[in-house]
């Protein structure tokens, strides 16, 4: 059964500074891994999504890279803002159109 | 192109009474998810929908909750009756094909009192 990991649940920073999140997953025979964002009482907004032949993908100050012989990901966050405050959420899914499989998520507050 | 649409939004009932959700999917997403999401955790399957058939229902709690996908396009999820454990955010997803990713509605809050 897979299973997914964040560390840490929480993160506290001040503005400006770059940060690391981090996934895990059990099963290595994923096919693509995604990551959300999700603001308080809000639905999830895609932020990148990184398919099975792919190791990174970047998006403006964010970038994701995966690593499946590890079982890890990593969602970076270059230059962060007070309006990076969210729950950020990781999630992998195997071939064949199969539900994506969730991590508890990292809460991030960035101080202004 | 439009996003997930769900509602209601927020929906406060008794315990022992009914509800029921929506979701009108992506034009052209042919699979359909609906998960619940509990407060400090992540969202977990309770159903998934390749076009109107169930694909699966494994952690559906079929003795209290129901759900279908009206000609392979709209759902409706519906719980009756509710337990405060119901309380919870229903998110409903869906996508084109595993390249494309998932998209997710804004979603519904629960509230069982």
């Known amino acids: 059964k897979q299973e997914v990991t964040q560390i840490p649940a929480a993160l506290s920073v001040p503005e400006g500074e770059n940060l690391v999140l981090n996934c895990s997953f059990t099963d290595s025979a994923i096919y693509n891994l995604q990551w959300f964002r999700q603001d308080p009482g809000k639905g999830l907004t895609s932020l990148l999504l990184?398919?099975?032949?792919?190791r990174e993908q970047t998006s403006g100050r964010l970038n994701a890279s995966l690593d499946k012989s590890s079982g890890r990901s990593t969602l970076y966050i270059a230059a962060s803002q007070p309006g990076d405050s969210a729950t950020y959420l990781c999630a992998v899914f195997r071939p064949g159109n199969t539900p994506l499989v969730f991590g508890k998520g990292t809460r991030l507050s960035v101080i202004a | 192109e439009a996003g997930v649409a769900q509602s209601p939004r927020y929906k406060i009932i008794e315990k022992r009474q009914s509800v029921a959700f929506w979701c009108n999917p992506i034009s052209g997403h042919a699979t359909l998810y609906w998960y619940q999401q509990i407060l400090g955790q992540g969202p977990k399957l309770l159903i998934q929908f390749q076009n109107n058939g169930v694909v699966d229902d494994s952690q559906l709690p079929k003795d209290r909750f129901s759900a279908e996908r009206l000609k392979g396009v709209d759902s409706t999820l519906k719980i009756q009756p509710a337990k405060l454990e119901d309380s919870a955010v229903y998110l409903c997803a869906s996508s084109f094909s595993e390249d494309s990713g998932y998209t997710f509605g804004s979603g519904t809050r629960l509230t069982v009192v």
């Open positions: 990184i398919q099975s032949s792919q």
